[in-house]
């Protein structure tokens, strides 16, 4: 993969939602623009972060903010331009390619926008392999590498830089400023060599994310052997199917909330419950956690195939929970004192599903 | 007045309560950071606006956050040259004195402080001329001049840059980071030319806080004639004399709230009940606000004659409520829509306390 062009878009859109594991946003929007911004600019490059210069400066780039207030108030373009130019003048350096920092949700998407608008290349790269709800739970941040200067704009002009002693300290002051705009923002953080992409990011992920999407949009055709197709190259399962009897939302701190509780198709006394704080966090079955960050939870419709964002969930739907493994770093002790379920508040022991371990 | 010595100090201090009007907390701690830095650096050169190079750049400073927490973390005299630095940096232009954004508390003295420490003059001024709980309720506000450039930093060493497309904002995205901030920061804003300073600025303040503080001394010492001379002098008078009956306190959403009921020493029949946020607000008896914001309330120990931060307030004491003109500019319309009992949800019409007008 070299560029990427229209035909990819939706493919790519399908491969974020299930990396966004119910959050992120739903990627229509993104889709959009990513398409006006390849008709305008054409395809976007896409470079490994081995092939550029070691020393050469990323723009790492994100929206953050409540998946919710995403859909209706997208960044307008001007945002991304912004908060990339502040740090490369913070920086006095100019960057050679934009980097995603999270591959999930829109942020799949958002940054090839960003790169066709930018004329750079963008990384097949990201900090995270999916999506998480805290900007501190990165690849980035277990290798020991701060997420400042961090940069962040809204679309109505307002501009913040941060310089954090910690990368938690940075996440609690972003998180702080996105509430007064509006729940939506741009941001950068994480500005890396391509050496130290090349080291430390999950790289290859935005392949990842297409190949996915590419076998998500099989089972959607209908192609023979293409649920196993897919939960193969995801090393994936179907941990559950059952129809969705509830769902409790609210937004407390920043953060979308919720619970959707799932009655199984062939068993009704079956019932999963999947916790959810922008993201789907732990899947509960008769009050055992059967999959937990920072491994996967993506739920996908049985009938269309479509997978769920949060705020796609709806009563009576049928859909199936597959749970995917995180990538082997995030599974370490110190990748699941990051991102395990007791960084999220949970009081259970992480258990890895099967799959790479 | 040329420089401010150590025999200023305790004077300083007592004015700083007065036009504190209950918040910016106990200027104990910064008396002793100032008598430090004085002892250190020598007496502290205080020189007008008017007699500064026009188009030289004055560096505001203040200290944000809960009283209550700055008494306890004082600033370590970093934070304030960091963003200094910074905010120089961002200029890209050297500043040629400090400039106080607040008198009133803590912050009538710090600015005296950092002066010792850069070297530099402190500017006779301020924007406020008494303190105010929110950074965009300045004479600068009302005169156009935006807040950004603002700079913030804490004693951990995390720093915060905003460039906001109003002041409001700028308070907004302050208040959030200094709750991540254990309450306690130090920051610029207002960045402004001696010519700006000249036309726009409370000039002359810090003299008005050292000649209050005197004759506060004064009453303390008991010279006879001493209160009435303090009155005069602030345009003041004595609204109410109680002893405190009942006093309720809590901190939500980053502000000190609190109200103190007071019954009437010589009519018991009669209470006054004065509401907080970080700075007395509003003064009621029988349901009717007797003052208001933007004018001063300030209460002061009868036997005493000890100025009390709310902080100092305890069951018992007998006060005198005293009532105080604001500047002019802040009665105006303009000045009650930026800083009036409305701006702080009172549903009341301004009425002024005798004084000026």
Redesign the interface.
């Known amino acids: 993969m070299t560029h990427i062009t229209l035909d990819d878009i939706e493919d790519l859109a399908l491969g974020a939602v299930v990396l966004g594991t119910g959050g992120g946003g739903d990627p229509y929007v993104a889709k959009i623009m990513l398409q006006e911004a390849i008709e305008k600019h054409g395809p976007v490059e896409v470079v490994n972060a081995a092939d550029l210069d070691p020393e050469g400066l990323l723009l790492p780039v994100a929206m953050v903010g409540a998946p919710t207030a995403i859909v209706e108030k997208f960044p307008n373009g001007g945002e991304a331009e912004k908060v990339l130019r502040a740090l490369e003048n913070h920086l006095g350096r100019t960057g050679i390619a934009v980097l995603p920092i999270e591959n999930g949700g829109m942020n799949s998407l958002f940054p090839l926008v960003v790169a066709a608008e930018l004329g750079l290349p963008c990384v097949d790269a990201d900090s995270m392999r999916r999506a998480f709800p805290q900007i501190e739970m990165t690849l980035f941040t277990l290798a020991g590498i701060s997420s400042s200067p961090m940069t962040m704009a809204d679309a109505?002009?307002?501009?913040?830089?941060?310089?954090?002693?910690d990368n938690l300290?940075g996440e609690?002051?972003v998180r702080?400023?996105v509430?007064?705009m509006g729940m939506i923002a741009v941001m950068s953080a994480y500005a890396i060599t391509a050496a130290q992409c090349q080291e430390h990011a999950a790289n290859g992920s935005l392949t990842y994310c297409l190949e996915i999407g590419r076998r998500v949009r099989a089972i959607q055709e209908g192609r023979p052997g293409a649920y196993e197709e897919f939960l193969s190259y995801c090393e994936a399962q179907i941990l559950f199917t059952g129809k969705v009897a509830d769902i409790e939302r609210r937004t407390t701190g920043g953060w979308a909330r919720g619970t959707v509780t799932l009655q199984h198709l062939e068993d009704p006394d079956r019932v999963m419950r999947v916790e959810i704080q922008n993201e789907n966090l732990v899947a509960f079955e008769d009050g055992e956690a059967k999959v937990m960050v920072p491994d996967l939870i993506t739920l996908i419709d049985i009938e269309t195939g479509v997978p769920m964002t949060t705020e796609m969930l709806a009563y009576g739907q049928r859909l199936h929970v597959i749970a995917m493994p995180a990538l082997d770093r995030w599974r370490t002790p110190e990748g699941l004192a990051l991102a395990g379920p007791r960084a999220f508040g949970y009081d259970i022991d992480y258990a890895p599903i099967g799959g790479a371990q």
């Open positions: 109505k002009g307002n501009y913040v830089l941060f310089e954090t002693v300290m609690k002051l702080s400023c509430a007064q």
